[in-house]
């Protein structure tokens, strides 16, 4: 995620898919979101809310991401970036929460 994210503007390659950059972020931060969950359920004082800790977490990173973008060449921080990521955390968080987490008891 962060090998992209330090790539100068010029790098980037152009895909002619209409909006798929913000597609792109949004399954990022649903996987890493989906990741974060799974963590907290394994880490016996925060299990009670890994959900919470989980979307909060994935937030942050987006955010810090598009802040460390303001120092890579050619690049920016962009407040729709960080919308699809966290939609994108809240999808992830919610699906591993929902689905995985209450039918799976942690070990």
Same mark, same amino acid.
């Given at each position: 995620?962060?090998?992209?994210?330090?790539? +100068?503007?010029?790098?980037? +390659?152009?895909?002619?898919? &209409?909006?798929?950059?913000?597609?792109?972020?949004?399954?990022?931060?649903?996987?890493?979101?989906?990741?974060? &969950?799974?963590?907290? #359920?394994?880490?016996?004082?925060?299990?009670q809310?890994?959900?919470? *800790?989980?979307l909060?977490?994935?937030?942050?990173?987006?955010?810090?991401?598009?802040?460390?973008? #303001?120092?890579? +060449? #050619?690049?920016?921080?962009?407040? /729709?970036?960080?919308?699809?990521?966290?939609?994108?955390?809240?999808?992830?968080?919610? /699906? *591993?929460?929902g689905?995985?987490?209450? &039918?799976?008891?942690? &070990?």
């Amino acid at each position: 995620m962060l090998t992209a994210s330090s790539m +100068p503007g010029t790098s980037i +390659p152009t895909i002619e898919i &209409v909006n798929w950059d913000k597609g792109a972020h949004c399954l990022e931060y649903a996987i890493l979101g989906a990741f974060w &969950v799974r963590l907290w #359920l394994h880490i016996p004082k925060m299990s009670q809310h890994p959900f919470a *800790y989980g979307l909060l977490c994935t937030i942050l990173f987006g955010a810090l991401d598009e802040i460390h973008q #303001l120092f890579i +060449p #050619l690049r920016s921080a962009d407040i /729709l970036d960080w919308a699809a990521d966290s939609c994108g955390a809240l999808i992830g968080c919610s /699906l *591993y929460w929902g689905f995985i987490a209450r &039918v799976k008891k942690p &070990v």
